[in-house]
């Protein structure tokens, strides 16, 4: 963090962390805009859901889309 992203006193830290969040916001962004990363991670993931792999991220993707709260 340098700059104007340093944390000033008075400004929600951890839970609450502003700062972060702004920061993997603008990541995701510019992510999204390139459309080459874009369509590759794609391609990492069919290969992956068609890998090995395929079966345990396919129960995975059935257990999180219920909502329910992780189990420990």
Do not use: C, I
């Amino acid at each position: 963090m340098a700059g104007s992203d340093t944390p000033k006193a008075g400004q929600v830290q951890g839970e609450g962390d502003y700062v972060s969040a702004k920061a993997y916001d603008k990541a995701q962004a510019d992510f999204a805009k390139d459309e080459a990363k874009v369509q590759q991670k794609a391609k990492e993931a069919e290969a992956a859901l068609d890998g090995p792999e395929g079966a345990e991220l396919e129960k995975a993707r059935q257990e999180t889309a219920k909502g329910e709260p992780r189990k420990r």
